[in-house]
């Protein structure tokens, strides 16, 4: 039987440009090569085909797959995908699975039966408890007489003269460092730049408005809790029996160094050891340290982790200078035991 290629008895008397169309419509038909296009498959419909050639025209199609299939095989997973695209898609997918853990969507009529109007269910709960606190003020004010001091005296300072108790640890810390650094620079450092920016630290959406929303969350905020204490009463008892000034002063006269008690040094007091430079590392250490026990302790699972624990040493922090300003500090500003006879204030 005579292969598609080869010259048969009715292409006798064919010049060669229809010998070579009718090789190409055999070729097709059989399968080698390309397959024809648009334009050529309407002139070898025309054409008579030999049944002969239909069963060897499947036989080399099996051959051209494999090189293709071979091809993709042999291509690495994720080849030129670069890391950051990689990590931003991983990061994509966890967020679309934390979408997806979350509760559908209620109802109409269950969503009616959840939702909390603002009037007048809020207002109406809002009014009774503004009304029960004003009660109970009353009934305080009666019971407990709380005498009124007399018009101040700008000649007589009181002994001691202390800040309103939301202000008390401000005043503590002031006690431990120069006035513009603990007036001024750490609350604003604080409140308007550490604590606003903890939502771009933490981009996770996942738990979001959750108290204590990561499994290591609780565990992190007792350790915080004990560290900052402990830390917190160490520095204090430092500053008060010790203090950072005398210590200064005593290394300058040791090491005949007068730049480390100067506070005023080649003319730019924030370069001042004694009064900024040693305050705000004893103030900072403390906290690089409680991140990598954090790190090494927990391993924690992502940023909130992480702000879990600041921002818990921030509210330790606040309370503990709080209640230190509050009840340990007597006349002239000196720790002592609430119970010690010099907490009496002189006028």
Request: net charge neutral.
């Amino acid at each position: 039987m005579p292969g598609p290629l080869e010259r048969t008895p009715d292409m006798e008397g064919l010049d060669p440009a229809a010998r070579a169309a009718l090789y190409k419509q055999r070729a097709s038909a059989a399968g080698i090569g390309q397959p024809p296009s648009a334009s050529s498959a309407a002139p070898g419909a025309a054409a008579p085909r030999p049944a002969a050639t239909a069963t060897p025209a499947t036989a080399p199609a099996a051959p051209a797959a494999a090189p293709a299939g071979v091809a993709v095989a042999e291509r690495p997973a994720g080849a030129g995908v670069p890391a950051k695209v990689a990590e931003a898609a991983a990061a994509r997918r966890e967020q679309v699975a934390a979408v997806a853990k979350r509760e559908p969507a209620p109802g109409a009529q269950e969503q009616a039966e959840r939702l909390v109007y603002v009037w007048p269910h809020l207002v109406t709960i809002e009014f009774l408890s503004a009304i029960l606190i004003l009660l109970s003020m009353v009934v305080v004010s009666i019971i407990l007489q709380a005498p009124l001091e007399g018009h101040a005296n700008p000649d007589k300072t009181p002994n001691p003269s202390k800040a309103p108790w939301y202000f008390l640890n401000l005043q503590e810390l002031l006690l431990h460092m120069h006035p513009s650094l603990a007036g001024v620079i750490v609350p604003s450092a604080v409140l308007f730049g550490l604590i606003p920016l903890i939502p771009y630290f933490d981009r996770n959406t996942a738990d979001v408005g959750k108290w204590f929303g990561t499994p290591k969350s609780i565990a992190i905020c007792w350790f915080t809790t004990v560290y900052s204490t402990i830390v917190l009463i160490a520095l204090i008892l430092f500053d008060e029996y010790i203090g950072v000034k005398p210590l200064m002063q005593n290394l300058a006269t040791m090491l005949h160094a007068p730049i480390l008690s100067d506070v005023n040094p080649f003319g730019i007091g924030a370069l001042s050891l004694p009064n900024v430079i040693v305050p705000t590392f004893l103030m900072i250490a403390p906290i690089f340290v409680l991140v990598l026990l954090i790190r090494i302790i927990y391993r924690p699972d992502g940023a909130r982790d992480y702000m879990f624990a600041l921002f818990t040493g921030f509210v330790v922090a606040y309370v503990v200078l709080t209640v230190v300003g509050t009840f340990f500090r007597g006349q002239q500003m000196i720790l002592m035991w609430p119970w010690d006879p010099r907490q009496v204030r002189i006028e």
